[in-house]
């Protein structure tokens, strides 16, 4: 998630691999979600780290929430909240915090979302708990709240990543960024936390980083 | 995700709702998926409280994980591992750190899963973080590597939740239990941190809940 451009032309050193090649084909041209033709049922098998000028709408982004908004939470609590930074001001706000290798495609991303946990997500609980009317009361502890809210949200930025994709657009996920920082300047409320951040448009020219190797089944899932 | 039954039928001291009968019939065959039949392409609209006997098998297992695989985590890191209790013996020595709640269902569910962090996943990063030999010299500090375990596996999670549902099975996710015993039980290691447990199968009798209130697009989505 945090890789540098690995597939790469022009000032490269070296021509892209044949594998390189073969996987730009392969993706150039993710499916397109629709009424009957679902997208792809699993996220971010790339990471996209251009794009094209297209912009991502309003509407888009309502019709992604709209797939991942049944993804479970603890406590049904939804603590995710997602901050789209359009205008160029903010734009601006948010570079200095990335890092270095990061921010030139994120300035030229067509949008850009700050991904953050709701702390105080229990003061909806009556509402969306509402079987359990004490819920709220259960989480009058902020750091274990807190914990809670960085947990769920997380979830919810997998559910979101899966979204994005079968709504046909490409993410590029980055956690290499001042978390901390962020949260002061776009949070200063003190009960967000910015989890991560992410570019969302349309796969441009060499979008595409050669894929990582992937740990196998029986060396992730075990049983007694 | 922690909320009891919402829908029952029985003992209950109530009648289903209408809706709460709608909503079981809408949902009481998810849709399989298969080659070029894909499931839905988001996670956990609803969380299954019963399961019929049919088993879970490892192609199954191996499948989601097939699905899952490719989303993407910091540094590539997937440190997400996964416990498959199928013995009694192991099913026995995980009820008592449930909550009263999750242990009948847990108990009697096909396939239970302790889905957990390795801490240690910077060991394997040479091989899956290649490009980036040093990575591994990065992330010495354990507390810090601990939150970064806990958040790529928790991404980890919410792309299988999407993958269990899109091999057609339902899922139970349980917050409510002791992390630290589950932890300390399975994982005497110490290199592990149980995260969330989850039941698999086919959806049984009143498998679903009545669905709880979702926040809309405009309460969780700002521009700047």
Known sequence: MTARRWCTTGAATRP???RCRRERTRHARPA???PGRPGPAVPGARTADTFTD???TDAQVAAIHDLIRHGPTAYNGQPLRVLL???AAARTRLLP???SSNRAKTAAAPLVAVLAADVDF???LPELYPHRPRARDWLTDRVARAEQARFSATLQIGYLLVGVRAAGLAAGPMAGFDAAGVTREFFPDGRHE??????VGHPGPDAWRERLPRLNTEEVVWTL
Chains 1, 2 share one sequence.
Not at 194 to 199: G, I, R, T, V
């Open 16 to 18: 892209p691999s044949r």
């Open 32 to 34: 397109r979600a629709g």
């Open 54 to 56: 297209e912009p991502v």
């Open 85 to 87: 930074l359009r205008s």
């Open 97 to 99: 915090y990335l890092s």
């Open 122 to 124: 229990h003061e909806r």
């Open 194 to 199: 910015a989890l991560l951040l992410m570019n």
